[in-house]
């Protein structure tokens, strides 16, 4: 059974009818999209059943094949478009670190979400984002004002 047909009949037996599109993201991933009337029960609060919907069907795939690559479950592009809500937010939040030069702590989010800020912001020239290791209990990305780059070689004035 493939991961679309799976996840079709999971969501049948829970009772929604839908439509399912399967596409690669950017880093190759297999997504797949799920339309339905019932959008809302499908996401849940803050995507909490969509994430339980998620880890259900990647832990079946992985009983079956240890190696499979990880399915990521989207509904109605919920995740696309709170991943660009996220960004925008911590991007307006890191525009006072710029301009102040204190760094700011942000709420906790789960890995998925800190892995979308530290993303955004690993080619920012002015601010850099620093997390506590894996093993801390509280998991918050603090927002840092980059040190500006020293020059490799001193300028010679002549």
């Not at 700011?104 to 984002?129: C, G, W």
Request: aromatic share 6%; charged share 30%; proline share 4%.
């Amino acid at each position: 059974m493939t991961p679309k047909e799976l996840l079709d009949t999971i969501l049948g037996y829970l009772g929604f009818v839908v439509e399912i599109d399967e596409t690669r993201n950017e880093g190759g991933n297999l997504t797949l999209q799920v339309y339905t009337e019932e959008s809302s029960r499908v996401i849940g609060r803050d995507g909490e059943t969509l994430e339980a919907i998620q880890f259900l069907l990647n832990r079946l795939i992985q009983a079956k094949e240890r190696d499979a690559e990880k399915v990521i479950v989207d509904c109605e592009h919920f995740r696309s478009m709170r991943e660009d809500k996220i960004v925008q937010r911590v991007r307006e939040l890191a525009e006072r670190v710029r301009i102040s030069g204190r760094s700011l702590q942000l709420e906790p989010m789960n890995s998925y979400e800190r892995r979308i800020v530290h993303n955004a912001f690993k080619d920012d020239p002015d601010v850099a984002t620093w997390s506590p290791n894996d093993s801390a209990r509280i998991k918050q990305i603090t927002l840092l004002k980059r040190q500006p780059q020293r020059a490799a070689a001193p300028q010679s004035h002549e």
